[in-house]
């Protein structure tokens, strides 16, 4: 999580580095800070949003042309001035800001107080830097080999950007499990976590391996690892625009995000749906098709909302491969005793491709032997670059912490997958292919019919923005989509809910039902349409309060609702696609009204890279 900002060139660094900051805010957001070389070293922090920062920056700003700076999301020591990076050595020689976790810092912390260090923060970053600083002064004049021997000394994990007041214009960074990019302009190097604070400058990047360490000044990138290994880096061209990084006249990037799912939908098959030819074509799979068509058993790993997609996917693999599915949260994947291998495909599924758990849960099923594909939204990130193969879902950078255009574009890559296995394994029809493949189509154009709605659920919001408790219910399809309306309202108004299987109500859920409990019942699948009106006849004969999502002319449903949100109807197997929409936006109607941070919720943060 934290976003690394850092500048060498010829512009003022202070500018560059809090325009940096505020576009990678989205990955945490409790305190920020930098340093700049012009003066000496200047550093200033400040608890709170960027914004603090700015303002202690004032009009005119620190002075000079190469810095660093950090926007943080806390692990280790509460936010606060003092805890915020950069941290520096005993003397002010130096500034480090960081990203990930020492995990060793402790064991670190003791050695160096019994050597006479002290320490001002409780950070594990503070730990790294007074290691650099004694082995520096044990170790001989050379300042980046010291941090090459402090690196090779920590556990744990790390993106890092220093700067050395006698070095002025020359920044060294370095990564182990969090990401870091290097921008290349003319005559200036930016380094970034991510792509955004860069994309305003230069479309070139280098992105950094684990364990390697470049020095950048403002006419030169020179990378190699912690063993002093030279290496020749490629550089990339990003694929991304300035424009796809505002809020073009939205309140807020998640409400724009949520409006671009007609979009979003529609670029991520565009060219893979091949409707004149009745078949699918995926790019990123050519190479290992056979080997996933003649898959054991698909594994689905991710986080979150991600997770929330996985769970779609296997009620569309089963469905339309045919092939059995398992859905695991990355971060347990490791913690069972993996029986993956060999003949088995993992899909690991992650917006950023840069989640740390679903980053472990790749290396280890890689390790094991399976096929590891990656579904990512961000085109170069750390997964897409492991995995064996993958497919991306070109849905554009996602800023609104809660994910929302990444979750419908997910599931539209592995509606996608699942028709174009079922087709290779013989289980599909050409007759319902063709169904299938129109149905997919579609999708666009309903979206927009549901946004266009949007009314309809911001006056259901209205009426239920003070609610402690909200329980949402679906089956089959929608069951993942019941979670996933849970979250969202969870994330960003605070308020308590919960996703169930509809079935799953009466062993336990039900006994919170009374007049005070809005009930979102998900029920725009046909198949399950009786059981889910004796679902609601249930809720309905305790006083509960009903919100049903059921399609035009579902006959039942919306009957027993106090308020019932239509959605234009679609083959079952594609409902999550148009079911999610109105809950993403009654969350947002919900959040709003309550005052809340809707971009950036409270303790959350986009991008989880510590694990
Ligand atoms: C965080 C974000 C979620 C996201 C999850 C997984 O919790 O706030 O919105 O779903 O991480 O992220 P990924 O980038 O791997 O999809």
């Known amino acids: 999580m934290c976003g690394i900002a850092g500048y060498t060139g010829w512009r003022n660094a202070s500018e560059v580095i809090i325009k940096g900051l505020q576009r990678l805010e989205y990955r945490g957001y409790d305190s920020a800070g930098m340093a700049v070389t ?18 202690r920056n004032g009009k005119q700003g620190l002075a000079g042309t190469a810095g660093i700076g950090h926007t943080r999301w806390a692990t280790h020591g509460e936010p606060s001035d003092i805890n915020a990076h950069p941290h520096t050595d005993s003397h002010g020689n130096f500034a480090i800001v960081h990203n990930g976790i020492i995990e060793n810092y402790n064991a670190i912390k003791q050695d160096l107080e019994r050597k006479g260090h002290t320490f001002r923060s409780e950070t594990d970053t503070e730990v790294l830097a007074h290691l650099i600083e004694e082995m520096h002064a044990t170790g001989g004049s050379d300042f980046t080999r010291a941090v090459r021997q ?173 092939v059995p599915v398992e859905v695991e949260y990355a971060s347990e994947f490791r913690y069972r005793e993996q029986l993956i291998g060999p003949g088995d495909v993992l899909i690991v599924i992650s917006q950023s491709g840069e989640t740390a758990d679903t980053l472990a849960a790749l290396r280890e099923a890689k390790k094991r032997g399976a096929l590891v594909l990656g579904i990512c939204n961000v085109v170069g990130s750390t997964i897409a670059r492991e995995t064996d193969a993958g497919v991306y879902t070109h849905a554009g950078p ?46 666009p154009e309903k979206v927009s019919a549901v946004l266009e709605n949007a009314s309809g659920v911001e006056h259901v919001a209205r009426l239920f923005t003070y609610s402690s408790n909200v ?26 809910a919960e996703g169930y299987p ?83 936006l009654l969350s947002y109607y919900i959040a709003v009204n309550r005052n809340c941070d809707v971009d950036q919720p409270r303790n959350l943060a986009k991008s989880v890279t510590v694990e």
């Open 398 to 443: 996602e800023i609104g912490v809660a994910s929302t255009k990444a979750f419908t574009a997910q599931v539209t890559v592995l509606a996608m997958m699942a028709l174009l296995l079922g087709q290779q394994r013989n289980i599909i029809s050409d007759e319902l292919m063709k169904v299938l493949i129109s149905e997919l189509l579609s999708l």
């Open 150 to 322: 402090a690196l090779s000394q920590v556990e744990g994990t790390y993106g890092i950007a220093i700067i050395h007041k006698d070095q002025p214009d020359r920044i060294i960074a370095a990564r182990k499990g969090s990401p870091l990019l290097i921008g290349i302009g003319e005559d200036e190097y930016f380094i970034a976590s991510d792509a955004s604070p860069v994309v305003e400058y230069t479309q070139k990047v280098i992105y950094l391996e684990d364990e390697e360490v470049a020095v950048v000044s403002k006419d030169d990138c020179h990378v190699s690892t912690l063993k002093e290994l030279e290496q020749s880096k490629e550089v990339y061209e990003l694929a991304m625009s300035l424009e796809q990084i505002e809020k073009g006249g939205y309140p807020h990037f998640m409400l724009k995000e949520i409006y671009e799912q007609s979009e979003t939908i529609a670029d991520c098959m565009r060219g893979r749906v091949i409707a004149s030819e009745n078949r699918i074509q995926l790019g990123g799979l050519a190479d290992v098709l056979d080997r996933l068509v003649n898959a054991r058993r698909i594994v689905i790993a991710g986080c979150g909302t991600s997770w929330h997609a996985g769970l779609v996917g296997e009620y569309l693999f089963e469905y339309l491969a045919k």
């Open 38 to 55: 012009g003066n000496g070293l200047e550093i200033l922090k400040s608890a709170g949003k960027v914004v603090a920062l700015t303002e």
């Open 502 to 584: 509809a079935a799953e109500m009466k062993h336990g859920p039900i006994a919170l039902i009374d007049e005070y409990m809005p009930v979102v019942v998900i029920a725009a699948t046909h198949h399950t349409n009786d059981k889910m009106i004796s679902n609601i006849e249930e809720i309905k004969a305790r006083k509960g309060r009903i919100i049903t999502i059921s399609t035009n002319g579902q006959s039942g449903v919306g009957q027993l609702a106090e308020f019932n949100i239509t959605v234009p109807p679609v083959h079952d197997c594609f409902t999550p696609l148009i079911t999610v929409i109105p809950l993403q």
């Open 471 to 496: 329980l949402y219910l679906g089956r089959s399809y929608n069951f993942p989509v019941a979670l996933e309306g849970a979250l969202k309202l969870k994330e960003i108004s605070y308020i308590h």
